[in-house]
């Protein structure tokens, strides 16, 4: 029976499992940096084209409202001609 350690054998079993354990922990404690990492730039990223888009529909507006003014300034002037 000198082969037979059962404490000796659980304690190295539990060792070997904690190493285990540990290096699960890190990993999903990694993925998960990662993930938060991911939604930080995907939120900027849709922020900027949110940005981009009211710049151009503000752009749009403005160009609107200067055509719109021309040509109210354009019926004045034939309005004054008569």
Not at 2 to 13: L, T
Not at 41 to 51: F, H, N, P, Y
């Amino acid at each position: 029976m000198s082969g037979f350690h059962p404490f000796k054998d659980m304690a190295e079993s539990a060792r070997a499992q904690h190493e285990v354990d540990k290096a699960n922990f890190e990993a999903v404690k990694a993925e998960s940096k990662v993930r938060r990492e991911e939604v930080k730039l995907k939120q900027k990223e849709r922020k900027a084209l949110e940005e981009q888009k009211r710049r151009e529909r503000l752009d749009e507006a403005h160009e609107r409202t200067a055509a719109a003014k021309q040509r109210l300034a354009e019926i004045e002037k034939v309005k004054s001609a008569e």
